[in-house]
């Protein structure tokens, strides 16, 4: 069965550096999205993306955040400075444009530790 | 606004009974729900969904209840295992077009005792 991944599975960071993480849907979707869970918290919205470009974000998406499909099979997320609150783990989502399902499909996490 | 919240955050169950886990929601606009799965360490699974037009969908071994008028939603789980340990999450999606994003309850960590 087609399968959301994601790299790496943990990175550690120090507060001010820049990390990608990334992510490679299920190769015929075309609705992209990430997603970040604080330990112990719910499923937090960033952002999705669709057709080449941003077709939402949340508050949490601010400045210092950026997605980027460079070549048809990857969907990145840049966080450029990062500061300590952005510790968590980070979920990539696809979902299929066909059918009446709104299902999303979550890759297994990256978790991101900010020291 | 909307707001998706569960009303227990934990929930034991011994192993051959049934569960039911309940979540609430307030956004009368939200027209389809999903039921998500999350085991420790895991990205969330995908149970069940259903639409605004329904009150009730059945998968295998669960099944979903939704109560527009208290803007209640329900997941049953028959006859748990111990692969049923984990945490549910409920969550809402506001249809647009393509761009729904999920907003998810808080969650409620589901044990199957032997």
């Known amino acids: 069965e087609p399968e959301v991944t994601q790299t790496p599975s943990h990175q550690v960071t120090q507060m001010g550096q820049e990390v990608i993480l990334r992510c490679v849907p299920i190769?015929?979707?075309?609705?992209f999205y990430w997603y970040r869970q604080i330990l112990g918290q719910k499923v937090e919205f960033l952002v999705s993306f669709y057709n080449n470009e941003i077709s939402e974000k949340s508050e949490i998406f601010d400045d210092q955040f950026s997605v980027e499909r460079p070549d048809g099979s990857n969907f990145t997320l840049k966080i450029r400075s990062t500061k300590l609150e952005d510790s968590a783990m980070y979920f990539c989502a696809s979902r299929d444009r066909q059918g009446d399902s709104y299902e999303q499909y979550f890759g297994p996490g990256t978790r991101l530790t900010v020291t | 606004g909307e707001s998706v919240g569960l009303h227990l955050p934990t929930l034991s169950v011994q192993e051959g009974d049934n569960s039911i886990i309940n979540c609430a929601y307030s956004?009368?606009?939200?027209?389809?729900f999903i039921w998500y799965k999350q085991e420790s360490g895991k990205g969330p699974q995908f149970i069940i969904d259903?639409?605004?037009?329904?009150d009730k969908r059945q998968g295998q071994r669960v099944t979903v209840l939704l109560n527009k008028t208290v803007k209640h939603l329900s997941l049953q789980i028959a006859a748990t295992q111990p692969g049923d340990s984990a945490v549910y999450f409920c969550?809402?999606?506001?249809?647009?077009?393509?761009?729904?994003?999920?907003?998810f309850g808080t969650g409620t960590r589901l044990t199957i005792i032997p």
């Open positions: 956004n009368s606009a939200s027209d389809y």
């Open positions: 969550a809402e999606i506001i249809s647009n077009f393509g761009n729904e994003k999920l907003t």
């Open positions: 190769s015929n979707h075309l609705y």
């Open positions: 259903i639409r605004s037009n329904m």
